[in-house]
């Protein structure tokens, strides 16, 4: 099993940051993927962002692109997704989420294990 806790949530004003960590712990070595999404308010979950375990495939939301960028420390298991010029419509609980699949182009964001959440709001 692997446990995922985020965390740097908060309020922001509209046009400012906010970095998001994700620590992973339990059987981190059988992680590959890992990713960001996100639940508004009335809302379903949606993808943010995700990377593979290299790092080297990554993909974003278009409502994110030139935003958000996502990266990760394996060493420290820990995911990260630093958001800047936020929107109110950002506003949402922000999901770290981990895959023990491979990255795979058509399958990158379906995930096996999920955290909590951290809210994030931003005012206009």
């Known amino acids: 099993q692997v446990q995922l806790v985020e965390s740097g949530g908060g309020l922001a004003q509209a046009g400012g940051s906010l970095r998001l960590s994700c620590v992973a712990s339990g059987l981190t070595f059988s992680i590959d993927v890992m990713g960001w999404f996100r639940q508004a308010p009335g809302k379903e979950r949606e993808f943010v962002a995700a990377n593979s375990w290299s790092g080297d495939r990554t993909n974003y939301a278009d409502s994110v692109k030139g935003r958000f960028t996502i990266s990760r420390d394996n060493a420290k298991n820990t995911v990260y997704l630093q958001m800047n010029s936020l929107k109110p419509e950002d506003t949402a609980v922000y999901y770290c989420?981990?895959?023990?699949?491979?990255?795979?182009?058509?399958?990158?964001?379906?995930?096996?294990?999920w955290g909590l959440g951290t809210l994030v709001t931003v005012s206009s």
């Open positions: 989420a981990a895959s023990i699949r491979p990255w795979s182009d058509s399958d990158y964001t379906r995930m096996d294990y």
